[in-house]
């Protein structure tokens, strides 16, 4: 299975990066595993108590996805990156409220990719790739607006609008490409999300400048970490997608 990200991409965002974190043998439960949960727990509370991010659209890392998703013609107020939307829900409870509150811990992957995009200040969003064709490619690319969106538990089919920023999976076998992700990093859909039947996901970290590919490097090896150490021993490695290598096998 191939991914690969539109070499147009590089040439509109100069120095974006996007680590891969692949992992096989996963199991994905949702019992909440009590180190896991108190990660996600702390990186909320780190995230309400953190000075530089008030306002949250002022830190130079979500500020650099709203000036990408304007680019692309996404008004980042209607549409913000995921990062800016978790930031901000975390912060919409204060630090008085219980450790129930905030994130809820949908399975080990999710919880582990909640709090390491927390800590990071970046997008970090995971797929199940256990139940895609042999021939797929998943691709980070510019949409042509014929591509379907299952939005994530249900709903009517929806189209990107042409030159939006998708992920999406085509392949020879595929009658109609089907798209993963929105408007970049912004909504995942139904088509690949993380269950605890998930058995092999990759999991994407997304850096813009002022993330630098060393930052987006050792963010990745963390994640990877983590995912070797709470999902069951799942066999994992780290690949990376830049301009000088914009695909990669997994």
Same mark, same amino acid.
């Given at each position: 299975?191939?991914?690969? &990200?539109?070499?147009?991409?590089? *040439?509109?965002? =100069?120095?974006?990066?996007?680590?891969?974190?692949?992992?096989?043998?996963? &199991?994905?439960?949702?019992?909440?595993?009590?180190?896991?949960?108190?990660?996600?727990?702390?990186?909320? @509370?780190?995230?309400?108590?953190?000075?530089?991010?008030?306002?949250?659209?002022?830190?130079?890392?979500?500020?650099?996805? /709203?000036?990408?998703?304007?680019?692309?013609?996404?008004?980042?107020? $209607?549409?913000?990156?995921?990062?800016?939307?978790?930031?901000?829900?975390? /912060?919409?409870? $204060?630090?008085?409220?219980?450790?129930?509150?905030?994130?809820?811990?949908?399975?080990? +992957?999710?919880?582990?990719?909640?709090?390491?995009?927390?800590?990071?200040?970046?997008?970090?969003?995971?797929?199940?790739? $256990?139940? +895609?064709?042999?021939?797929?490619?998943?691709?980070?690319?510019?949409?042509? %607006? *014929?591509?379907?969106?299952?939005?994530?538990? %249900? #709903? =009517?089919?929806?189209?990107?609008?042409? #030159?939006? &920023?998708?992920?999406?999976?085509?392949?020879?076998?595929?009658?109609?490409?089907?798209?993963?992700? /929105? /408007?970049?990093?912004?909504?995942? %859909?139904?088509?690949? @999300? +993380?269950?605890?039947?998930?058995?092999?996901?990759? &999991?994407?970290?997304? %850096?813009?400048?002022?993330?630098?590919?060393?930052?987006?490097?050792?963010?990745?090896? $963390?994640?990877?970490?983590?995912?070797?150490?709470?999902?069951?021993?799942?066999?994992?490695?780290?690949?990376?997608?830049?301009?000088?290598?914009? +695909?990669?096998?997994?």
């Amino acid at each position: 299975m191939i991914c690969r &990200i539109d070499p147009q991409l590089f *040439q509109n965002y =100069p120095g974006y990066v996007r680590g891969l974190v692949i992992a096989r043998r996963v &199991i994905n439960i949702d019992p909440p595993i009590d180190e896991v949960a108190r990660m996600l727990t702390g990186a909320q @509370k780190t995230i309400r108590e953190r000075a530089d991010l008030d306002p949250v659209s002022a830190h130079p890392n979500i500020a650099a996805w /709203r000036e990408a998703y304007r680019a692309f013609g996404a008004k980042p107020t $209607d549409y913000p990156s995921a990062i800016e939307s978790l930031v901000k829900r975390v /912060r919409r409870n $204060d630090a008085s409220t219980s450790l129930s509150a905030g994130l809820p811990y949908i399975n080990t +992957l999710a919880a582990l990719g909640n709090s390491a995009s927390l800590r990071h200040l970046v997008p970090i969003g995971g797929h199940a790739i $256990d139940l +895609l064709h042999a021939d797929d490619e998943l691709v980070l690319g510019y949409a042509t %607006g *014929q591509e379907e969106f299952p939005p994530l538990n %249900g #709903g =009517p089919i929806e189209h990107p609008l042409p #030159g939006e &920023i998708v992920f999406y999976v085509t392949s020879p076998s595929r009658t109609v490409p089907q798209v993963m992700t /929105r /408007r970049w990093t912004w909504r995942q %859909g139904e088509f690949t @999300k +993380l269950q605890r039947t998930t058995t092999a996901v990759v &999991i994407n970290i997304d %850096g813009l400048p002022p993330v630098t590919r060393a930052d987006v490097d050792t963010f990745s090896a $963390d994640v990877a970490t983590l995912v070797g150490m709470y999902c069951g021993g799942a066999n994992v490695e780290v690949k990376l997608l830049s301009e000088e290598n914009p +695909l990669a096998e997994i």
